[in-house]
Every structure is written in structure tokens, then in C-alpha cells.
């Protein structure tokens, strides 16, 4: 057994040969690949796919009072209105504080404040190709209005830390990639 290493907790140890590859689907938000890979050991497993996205960014936005930055919108998938921190994809150029930083004021109207970095995580390893980029910025303040996506429709609300996690206790967070952010805030800022 190796012992443990956080320098190595993400590594290319076992990488898989991909013998070929095809596209099956491609659209501006979503492509589709079919690939053959080969594992470490020579298997060879002819039906793997993967699902291609651009790169995502979230936010925890928290302002100069305390209240969370939080929105309200319905999610088609599950069929359900959801409370979500404000989020986006990162557009070709951007860095992933300069797409965070545009979504929060695109969607809410909030910026400004202190900003960093707070986790990178992927929705879904296994098939997908992305990475979610977290943020934590704390002292924001309304700054402009809304400027929506003409296919976005969704509302802000201001809510206090202890409703955020009440929220999450109650399993009322549905996005994994915007519940696991909020998770390790509370986890490092107990109430």
C-alpha cells in the first residue's frame, strides 16, 4: 500500500490510452465524444463516452452586511424552482475570475468586494471533461442592475448565513457543484 501524499492526490497514475476517437454530437454548450480506450493492464473497453464542456464558475457572494447573494430560478432537468449561488461558463479569453466576476454582475448586479479563489471541482469525472471554479467574494454591494441572457430568467435574493445553511442541512441545494462550495464554507466559518 503507498502512503498517502497530498502532493499526489491528483495524479495521471493508470492513465488510460485512448485507441480512437469520434465525435457524435457537437453544440456550443455540449459535445459529445465516443471514444476506445486501453486500461493499464491491456483491456480494452470499446464503448466509453465523454461529454465536453466549457469550464463553469461559480460564486459565494457575501456582502458587506453578511447576506449571501443568492438566486432563484427553474431548472428544466429536474422541473423544480432552486435557490443556486450565482454561476456561469467561462467564455473563450477569460480567466476564471474574470468569467466569476462578470456572471455575479451580469446576473445580480452585485461586484465589487475581495475575491479568491475558493475550490476547483468537476461534476462528474468519469464522463465529463470540465472543471467547476469556485469563488469566495465577501464584501460585494449592488453596483447595476441585471443584464440577462435573453434565455435566462431568474431572481436575486439576499439571504442570512444562517438560512444558507439551513438550506443545506435541509437538502435544499440540488446543484452538487454549487452545494459543495457552500459546504466548505460552513465547515470553515461555523456560525
Not at 495524479?11 to 465516443?34: I, M, Q
Not at 432563484?72 to 450565482?86: A, D, H, N, S, V
Amino acid at each position: 500500500m503507498k502512503e498517502f501524499d497530498i502532493e499526489k492526490a491528483i495524479s495521471e497514475d493508470g492513465k488510460w490510452e485512448t485507441v480512437s476517437s469520434e465525435y457524435l454530437f457537437r453544440r456550443p454548450w455540449l459535445t459529445v465524444r465516443h471514444d476506445s480506450v486501453r486500461l493499464p493492464d491491456g483491456r480494452i473497453n470499446p464503448e466509453f463516452y465523454v461529454l465536453e464542456y466549457p469550464d463553469w464558475i461559480n460564486v459565494i457572494a457575501i456582502t458587506e452586511d453578511g447576506r449571501f447573494v443568492m438566486e432563484k430560478q427553474f431548472r428544466y432537468g429536474l422541473g423544480k424552482t432552486c435557490y443556486e449561488i450565482p454561476a456561469g461558463v467561462m467564455e473563450k479569453g477569460e480567466t476564471p475570475l474574470e468569467a466569476a466576476q462578470r456572471e455575479l454582475a451580469e446576473e445580480t448586479g452585485f461586484g465589487g468586494g475581495e475575491w479568491k479563489e475558493w475550490m476547483v471541482v468537476s461534476g462528474n469525472p468519469s464522463t465529463t471533461n470540465n472543471l467547476t471554479h469556485s469563488f469566495l467574494a465577501t464584501g460585494v454591494k449592488k453596483i447595476a442592475g441585471q443584464h440577462l441572457d435573453s434565455t435566462e430568467d431568474l431572481s436575486v435574493c439576499l439571504l442570512a448565513a444562517d438560512e444558507v445553511r439551513q438550506l443545506l442541512v435541509s437538502d435544499k441545494i440540488r446543484q452538487a457543484l454549487m452545494a459543495a462550495p457552500l459546504w466548505k464554507y460552513f465547515a470553515l466559518n461555523s456560525l
